[in-house]
Each structure stands twice: as C-alpha cells, then as structure tokens.
C-alpha cells in the first residue's frame, strides 16, 4: 500500500516562497512508470494539478504556474518537493500530492495540507 504524506509551513508570508515536502512510503518515486504529481484547490474553486516528477527525474509544470514552480526529488529519501514563489492570497489552497500512471489520474492522494497566504 502505497501512502503518501504532506508537510510544511501552513502559513506563509506574501512575496515569500512556500515550500512542501511529500514522503512517500511503500513504494519508491523511482519506479519506472509513475508520475508524482502536486494538486491543489483553493476555497471555493475545483482541483489544479500544478506539476508532476516523473520515475526518471523530469520535470512537467502547468503553464499558468511553470514561472513560479519548481519540483524536485530526494531519492534517498523516497520525497518530492514543491516550491512556488511570489506567493500571493489566491494561492491560499489545500495541497496534495498524488501518485498516477500519467499527469491526469491518480491512485494514491495524500491527505492534503492546509497552506494559506497572509500577512
């Protein structure tokens, strides 16, 4: 059974940089295959994938937020990690990261972490 676990600040300031780890456990992010992907839903307003890591280490972004993301990976620590910068407000959002076969459908969710953007 793969899980997968959210963590980080769940406040950060305006302009600043928010920054959230997911730990894989029962299953590694390198196995051929696999996309590891972060989602978030603001208030209010439906699911946007923002990214994904891929097994092999590459990198796929949403272009509405490709100038502000950036996804890595710690493989001996079987984690991925997001970063987006110039935070503002509306990136107020549950996020989540999940694991899927392609960029657009999901097996396995974390349970999502709060993060909201105020000063």
């Known amino acids: 059974q793969v899980q997968l676990q959210e963590s980080g600040p769940g406040l950060v300031k305006p302009s600043q940089t928010l920054s959230l780890t997911c730990t894989v456990s029962g299953g590694s992010i390198t196995t051929n295959s696999y996309y590891w992907s972060w989602i978030r839903q603001p208030p209010g307003k439906g699911r946007e994938w923002m990214g994904a890591i891929a097994y092999s280490g590459s990198t796929y972004y949403s272009p509405s937020l490709k100038s502000r993301t950036s996804i890595s990976r710690d493989t001996s620590k079987n984690q991925f990690t997001l970063q987006l910068s110039s935070v503002t407000p509306e990136d107020t959002a549950v996020y989540y990261c999940?694991?899927?076969?392609?960029?657009?459908?999901?097996?396995?969710w974390g349970q999502g972490t709060q993060v909201t953007v105020s000063s």
């Open positions: 999940a694991r899927g076969a392609t960029m657009t459908e999901y097996d396995y």
